[in-house]
Antibody, heavy 121, light 110 residues
Framework: EVQVLESGGGLVQPGGSLRLSCAASGFTFTNYAMTWVRQAPGKGLEWVSGFNGNYGTTHYADSVKGRFTISRDTFNNTLYLQLNSLRAEDTAVYYC??????????????WGLGTMVTVSS | QSALTQPASVSGSPGQSITFSCTGTSSDVGGYDYVSWYQQHPGKAPKLIIYDVSNRPSGVSNRFFGSKSGNTASLTISGLQAEDEAEYYCSSYRSGSTYVFGTGTKVTVL
């Protein structure tokens, strides 16, 4: 079964850091682009960052550029999102999603359950 | 990065058809055939129901139909059922290697 599972969320103070993980299984990890999407409480979906499969190129939303870093471990089939300089407005459920192909343009067909990040003092 | 514009809410009776829009610009919806739609029930992860404007993933009901004209994409749900009550988000690739979601439409089955 194709699935992704996030972990690593929690409560962190403003200015702090956190690393989210997304364990992928059931598909050839390097053949697909992966992405992070977040959803603040009671709000809509916001694309955060993407990682292309074969070329390893990365992309970020303006709201997180310079603070978040996406990476992957192909040996362990795991996608990461390093969150630095966290702000209250970063509070959200963070979803990991697999794209339908190896393209930054492709839709997201497999989603995890999400991991909650709360930034508060 | 501004979101795509969707109506906040749409409602219909069981069996009816409803259609709602997703409006962007020539830099996203109008410029690429990479519009997708997601269904999200409360407390659940989003589910892909339409990709590349009008394609349905395997297992998604053929009651869902996607289309696009210019800078506006649309989702039609025919034969409305109670289980269709959810939040729906459109999304599109946007030039500059970014991706954008719509503001979301809450569908209520009366």
């Amino acid at each position: 079964e194709v699935q992704v599972l996030e972990s690593g969320g929690g409560l962190v103070q403003p200015g702090g850091s956190l690393r989210l993980s997304c364990a992928a299984s059931g598909f050839t990890f390097t053949n697909y682009a992966m992405t992070w999407v977040r959803q603040a409480p009671g709000k809509g979906l916001e694309w955060v960052s993407g990682f292309n499969g074969n070329y390893g190129t990365t992309h970020y939303a303006d709201s997180v550029k310079g603070r978040f870093t996406i990476s992957r471990d192909t040996f362990n089939n795991t996608l990461y999102l390093q969150l630095n300089s966290l702000r209250a407005e970063d509070t959200a459920v963070y979803y990991c999603a697999k794209r339908t192909g190896d393209s930054k343009r492709a839709a997201m067909d497999v989603w995890g359950l999400g991991t909650m990040v709360t930034v508060s003092s | 990065q501004s979101a795509l514009t969707q109506p906040a809410s749409v409602s219909g009776s069981p069996g009816q058809s409803i259609t709602f829009s997703c409006t962007g610009t020539s830099s996203d919806v109008g410029g690429y055939d990479y519009v997708s739609w997601y269904q999200q029930h409360p407390g659940k992860a989003p589910k892909l129901i339409i990709y590349d404007v009008s394609n349905r993933p395997s297992g998604v009901s053929n009651r869902f139909f996607g289309s696009k004209s210019g800078n506006t994409a649309s989702l039609t749900i025919s034969g409305l059922q109670a289980e269709d009550e959810a939040e729906y988000y459109c999304s599109s690739y946007r030039s500059g290697s970014t991706y954008v979601f719509g503001t979301g439409t809450k569908v209520t089955v009366l």
